[in-house]
């Protein structure tokens, strides 16, 4: 079993609906966890953190944690053209500086 | 977060050649991370460097073959070695600027051909 589980994709939402994006993680013991954003030829860019159970928004970016479940989420509503990319889901291990990475999902926003 | 450049953008170089890749962040930080990403695939990590220390290298990455120096707190190079065109990858540096928290901020990266 992988350590960071992601759908590959690729996914594809309409313009202006919710993208769900999902990501399961095996170790118990993870604290911390991270939404990055890679454009085609880009560096990844942080998005979202989340460190508790329960949801955090911002803006038209929400994360979701379930920590029971080992499950984090994003959400991202009224998805844009420019929401197109590929979505890193990476966890980061109690008492350690280390992430690790899921595989990604390729998100496409259709016009 | 930290502003974090990367020299060079890109190269192409020959087997059996060396290529230093330097990672410049605009702030003091502890702990820089290098990863490696091959095309269509995630990011793995290769070493944590900590200045004034050696680098801590993952499960099937040595110091050997990535060399990594840390002078300094704003400073850090990774040098692939002995390059072949298994090594053509995209290089990311990447540092955690606040120590308490740990978000990562990647540089732009170094696009590494080999051929």
């Known amino acids: 079993q992988k350590e960071v589980e992601q759908n590959s994709g690729p996914l594809s939402v309409p313009e202006g609906a919710i993208a769900s994006l999902n990501c399961t993680y095996s170790?118990?013991?993870?604290?911390?966890f991270f939404w990055y954003r890679q454009y085609s030829g880009k560096s990844p860019e942080l998005i979202m953190s989340?460190?508790?159970?329960g949801d955090k928004e911002d803006g038209r970016f929400t994360a979701q944690l379930n920590k029971a479940s080992q499950y984090v989420s994003l959400l991202i509503r009224d998805s844009q053209p420019s929401d197109s990319a590929t979505y890193l889901c990476?966890?980061?291990?109690?008492?350690?500086?280390?992430?690790?990475f899921g595989t990604g999902t390729r998100l496409t926003i259709i016009p | 977060s930290a502003v974090i450049s990367q020299k060079p953008s890109r190269d192409i170089c020959q087997r059996g050649t060396s290529l230093t890749i330097q990672c410049q962040v605009d702030?003091?930080?502890?702990?820089m991370f290098w990863y490696r990403q091959q095309p269509g695939q995630s990011l793995t990590l290769i070493a944590t460097?900590?200045?004034?220390?050696?680098?801590?290298?993952e499960s099937g990455f040595v110091i050997d073959k990535f060399p990594i120096s840390r002078p300094n707190l704003t400073f850090s190079t990774l040098t692939v070695s002995n390059m072949s065109p298994e090594d053509s990858s995209i290089y990311l540096c990447?540092?955690?600027?606040?120590?308490?928290?740990?978000?990562?901020?990647f540089g732009p990266g170094t696009r590494l051909t080999v051929l």
């Open positions: 990447s540092v955690n600027p606040s120590g308490s928290v740990n978000e990562q901020f």
């Open positions: 170790d118990r013991v993870s604290q911390s």
């Open positions: 989340i460190y508790s159970n």
């Open positions: 990476a966890v980061n291990r109690f008492g350690n500086e280390k992430l690790t």
């Open positions: 702030s003091q930080v502890t702990m």
């Open positions: 460097a900590n200045q004034g220390s050696e680098a801590t290298y």
